[in-house]
C-alpha cells in the first residue's frame, strides 16, 4: 500500500503546469499485473474513447504490447511501440464522460478529494505497469513527459494524461 503524505494545494495560473511534489521515497511503487491492466485498458477504451478509435487502441495497447520489448528492441518492436505512442497523442475522447481538468486544480488537495489516496492501474508506454495514486501519477507523469492512462474502476473512473500537458478526469457514474 502507498504511503499517503498530506501536502497542502498550491494554486497556479492556468497558463503554467503545477508542480505537485512527490518525492520518490514517499511511495512504494505497486507492480501490477498483465491480466489486471488488460481489463483496466480494455474497458478504458470501450467506455472512453471514441468508436473509431477503439479497434486500433486495442490493437496496439493490448494484442500487440506483447511485441513491444524494452530490454531489446527490435525495429519491429520499436515501430510498434512509436504507432501505439501517435495512437495515445491523437486518441479522441467521449466529451460526454471525459472533462479536462484545468491546471489550477492539479494539485494534490484536489487530487486527494476527487481520487482519494488509493492506487489506481497506471499505464504507460515506456514504464512498467504499476498501481499508484493520482498524485504520484500526477508526478511520474510529469517527469516522464508522454501519455498515461490511471485507471481506478474499469471503465467507470479513470485519469488520462495527454503527451501535450491535458490531464483529463473521466468518468462514468
Same mark, same amino acid.
Given at each position: ?23 520518490? =521515497? ?19 477504451? %470501450? ?19 506483447? %511485441?513491444?520489448?524494452?530490454? *531489446?528492441?527490435?525495429?519491429? =518492436?520499436? @515501430? ?10 491523437? $486518441?479522441?475522447?467521449?466529451? @460526454? *464522460?471525459?472533462? @479536462? ?9 484536489? *487530487? ?8 489506481? $492501474?497506471?499505464?504507460?508506454? *515506456? ?20 501519455? +498515461?492512462?490511471?485507471?481506478? %474502476? +474499469?471503465?467507470?473512473? +479513470? ?13 462514468? $457514474?
Amino acid at each position: 500500500m502507498p504511503k499517503s503524505k498530506s501536502k497542502k494545494s498550491q494554486t497556479v495560473p492556468a497558463t503554467e503546469t503545477p508542480e505537485v511534489s512527490v518525492d520518490a =521515497s514517499d511511495y512504494v511503487v505497486i507492480p501490477c499485473s498483465v491480466e489486471e491492466l488488460n481489463v483496466h485498458l480494455r474497458a478504458f477504451i %470501450e467506455a472512453f474513447v471514441l468508436p473509431h478509435s477503439q479497434a486500433r487502441c486495442i490493437e496496439f495497447l493490448i494484442d500487440k504490447r506483447s %511485441e513491444w520489448s524494452r530490454d *531489446y528492441p527490435s525495429p519491429r =518492436s520499436v @515501430q510498434i511501440c512509436l504507432k501505439a505512442d501517435a495512437l495515445l497523442r491523437m $486518441v479522441g475522447l467521449h466529451k @460526454q *464522460y471525459c472533462t @479536462q481538468i484545468p491546471n489550477s486544480k492539479r494539485t494534490a488537495g484536489h *487530487y486527494e478529494a476527487t481520487f482519494g489516496n488509493s492506487p489506481g $492501474v497506471y499505464f504507460a508506454l *515506456y514504464t512498467p505497469p504499476c498501481k499508484l495514486t493520482a498524485i504520484e501519477a500526477e508526478e511520474k507523469y510529469s517527469w516522464e513527459d508522454n501519455c +498515461a492512462i490511471l485507471s481506478y %474502476e +474499469a471503465g467507470k473512473k +479513470a485519469i488520462f494524461f495527454l503527451h501535450s500537458g491535458g490531464v483529463w478526469k473521466c468518468e462514468k $457514474v
